[in-house]
C-alpha cells in the first residue's frame, strides 16, 4: 500500500500467470481510505483474476455509479475478455480523474466507474 493518497492518475501494471490447477487471483485496490486494519479495506478494486481482469470489486462499502454495497458488490466488465493466455504479460491501466475510475486490459476497455465514494486515496496491490 502506498503511503500517501493519489487523485488524479494513471498505473500501469504488467502482470502474467502461469498454468496452474489452482484459480489465479491478485487485483489492485485504488481509492483507499479509512484505517489499515481492515482485511478488506475501503477501495474500489480493479479485479486481475483470471478471466475476470476488468471487473470492479467494491470493497468494504465502497461505492461507485451510485451503487450502495453493504459488503462486497462486482461490477462486471463491459467487454469480452482482452487477457493474454498463461504465460504471457498483460497491460492494465487504471485511470483515475476526479471521482471517475476507468480499466483497460491490453488496450480494451473493459470498465469505466463514476461517482466513486471519493476522489482520493491510497493505492494496493493484492496477491491471493
Known amino acids: 500500500m502506498t503511503q500517501q493518497s493519489f487523485a488524479n492518475f494513471a498505473l500501469k501494471v504488467e502482470y502474467r500467470w502461469y498454468a496452474q490447477t489452482e484459480q489465479?487471483?491478485?487485483g489492485i485496490f485504488v481509492l483507499k481510505t479509512g484505517p489499515d486494519s481492515f482485511f478488506l479495506p475501503k477501495a474500489i478494486e480493479a479485479?486481475?483474476?483470471?478471466d475476470s481482469a476488468g471487473d470492479f470489486v467494491l470493497l468494504s462499502q465502497a461505492t461507485l455509479n451510485g451503487l450502495e454495497n453493504p459488503k462486497h458488490k462486482s461490477v462486471k466488465k463491459r467487454a469480452a475478455s482482452s487477457e493474454k493466455p498463461d504465460g504471457e504479460w498483460n497491460r492494465?491501466?487504471?485511470?483515475?480523474?476526479?471521482?471517475?475510475?476507468?480499466?483497460?486490459?491490453?488496450?480494451?476497455?473493459?470498465n469505466k466507474g463514476t461517482e466513486a465514494y471519493t476522489d482520493a486515496g491510497a493505492i494496493c496491490l493484492q496477491s491471493e
Open 24 to 26: 489465479m487471483n491478485s
Open 47 to 50: 479485479q486481475l483474476k483470471k
Open 92 to 110: 492494465v491501466e487504471v485511470v483515475v480523474k476526479g471521482n471517475t475510475v476507468t480499466v483497460t486490459v491490453n488496450g480494451v476497455l473493459q
